[in-house]
């Protein structure tokens, strides 16, 4: 064996083993500096697999809930005479029972005495009870669901009665789950971009998609398995007539922290602390900025501004006038003229898309974070001055409806230079 | 002819590079083996995790008697509506069964559950192995269940159990 004797071949030795330290040394120290994104093999998976399982528990909480909801509400009907009066706050309208009460009951026959004798008047129906308990049965559902620390939307499904007294809930909307980041109500401010992953479950969805209403499929009640669809929908009728944006996973972007931008100029910011536990949130990216004005203003008072309406599709508005919503607006009203007091006809709408402004994405409902949801009239100026000065306009009739950007309330209002306006 | 001492010298990057070499397999051998190890025990608990969620679910919805719309969660209920005995042993009577015939009751391992119900006494109920011979106790799973009143939601909490070995 020949030997390295002179001394450029032994420092050409020393050299490689000093290398190969070096070249260890460094490689460990990048392996275990560096942060991974999963920390095992298979840990993205587990992930997800822990999400489904997290939704299936929900979807047991929400079994559950229903099971004693149905229970209370049955009860309750009872006791009320089969009557249960819807408190309208969309309108601010309370819908009363139409012969009201006597000594704390309900009405059921009023006789009048008129100059020409009595005028007797039925004011049951036995087939109330459709439409009446539905609406008290999602009035309890909606407090578990709000007492539930997961943030699921309330208002979410629609009931049908089945024979002995049973309940089939079909949501509106699937369940959602952010499956790398289980932190709910986040603070929404500006950040980089940054992919979301989405996957469904039967029952629920935890994806990023959106469903509309006419597009929903059974879940959560009825515990009955539903298939999300990927590639749902959302029309934008007053942005560009009948246009439809395909909402696909990969164009879902979190590009606000905490809020999520649905293409094109919306900005989901449901689960965020700006929207209303157990509400949907959705508005177009400059309404979103002067939201974010606005609570700045409001966080300089010590106040804090809490949204619970804001977008609403043409199928939502659709499903309130058809009465396949839990207010059941069409079975207690079926002359359309006294319906439309209590909810606004989707025709006229369509006919002028100005008189429903939650279409376009430019109106929201705000209100102070507070823990009781009745405010003073002080409050209400005091809201009304900081929308005001964020750039908003507000609704006369309304002291929580609030409207930017160019609809047409804002419009006329900024032509007038006033801040409110009918 | 070299001396022993200058052969030894020209040996010697030798002797550090096959030295080195040792070292760095041995070192990546149990390193790599280590994180095996870990991967494995964190993949373990995970099924663990996952089959004792979906087994505590699978629990609270068994019907209190036979054909009965009635589950082991409304047993539980009823309970901490009336404080009536009976209700608290039919769940025991509905969880102890089903418990001891799962996965989580082995040769060295066994259950037990606590049930967090607000302003009240929680609730412990344990498999007769885990009273007598517990080393240990790893949660394992936890779900919120309603009550009759929607602000007092109740917590339910599955554990593991380490114990000695006693062949089944």
Sequence with gaps: ?422 | MQSKKSQVEDWLPYLFLVIFVVIASILIFFGGNGRAIAAKEKSDEFILNMDSSQLLQNFLRTPAIENSLENAADQLNYYFLDDGQNSLNAFSAIAKPFFDKSQLESDYSSWSMTVKYPGKKDIFIESEKSRQSQIQRKEISKILVPTPIPENNMEIILFWVQTKFVAE
Excluded at chain 1, 3 to 12: C, E, F, P, S, V
Excluded at chain 1, 44 to 50: A, L, Y
Excluded at chain 1, 331 to 355: E, F, G, H, M, S
Excluded at chain 1, 368 to 389: C, R
């Design chain 1, 1 to 422: 064996m020949k030997m390295i004797k002179n001394k450029r071949g032994q420092l050409l030795i020393y050299g490689l083993i000093f290398g190969l330290v070096g070249a260890l040394i460094a490689a460990y120290l990048s392996n275990s500096v560096s942060e991974k994104e999963y920390g095992v093999i298979g840990e993205s998976s587990m992930k997800i697999m822990s999400a489904a399982k997290h939704a299936e528990s929900v979807l047991f909480y929400i079994d559950q809930s229903a099971k004693y909801s149905l229970q209370q509400s049955v009860y309750e009907l009872a006791e009320n005479g089969g009557i249960a009066e819807i408190e309208d706050t969309a309108t601010g309208t309370p819908a009363l029972h139409e012969c009201g009460k006597f000594k704390d009951s309900y009405v059921w026959y009023q006789i009048t005495k008129t100059s020409s004798g009595n005028d007797v008047k039925s004011c049951f129906d036995d087939n109330s009870v459709t439409y009446n308990l539905p609406y008290l049965f999602n009035e309890k559902l909606n407090n578990y669901i709000l007492n539930h620390p997961e943030n699921i939307l309330t208002d979410n499904y629609e009931y049908t009665i089945g024979g002995s007294l049973k309940i089939i809930g079909r949501a509106f909307q699937p369940l959602k789950f952010d499956i790398f980041d289980s932190k709910s109500n986040k603070d929404p401010v500006i950040s980089g971009t940054e992919k979301i992953a989405a996957v469904s479950v039967p029952g629920t969805a935890m994806s990023c998609v959106r469903k509309a209403a006419s597009t929903s499929s059974p879940s959560g009640v009825s515990g009955a398995a539903a298939a999300d669809i990927p590639d749902a929908k959302i029309i934008l009728p007053n942005t560009k007539p009948k246009e439809t944006i395909k909402i696909e996973t990969e164009c879902m972007q979190k590009d606000l922290k905490g809020t999520i931008s649905l293409g094109k100029d919306l900005i989901d910011f449901t689960q965020t602390t700006l929207c209303s536990k157990g509400d949907e949130c959705i508005v177009t990216r400059d309404a979103f900025e002067l939201i974010l004005a606005a609570q700045e203003l409001a966080q300089k008072k010590g106040r804090s501004l809490v949204v619970y309406g804001a977008y609403r599709t043409p199928e939502t508005q659709q499903a309130l006038w058809d009465g396949k919503t839990p207010e059941r607006y069409a079975q207690r009203y079926p002359d359309v003229n006294i319906r439309a007091n209590y909810v606004t006809n989707p025709l006229v709408c369509k006919n002028d898309v100005n008189k429903c402004s939650h279409y376009s994405g430019r109106a929201i409902d705000v209100r102070f974070k507070k823990p009781e949801w009745k405010m003073t009239n002080q409050e209400w100026k005091e809201l009304a001055k900081v929308m005001e000065q964020a750039g908003w306009v507000r609704y006369a009739n309304e002291a929580w409806h609030f409207e930017c950007c160019g609809t047409d309330k804002y419009a006329r209002a900024k032509a007038k230079g006033v801040a409110e306006i009918v």
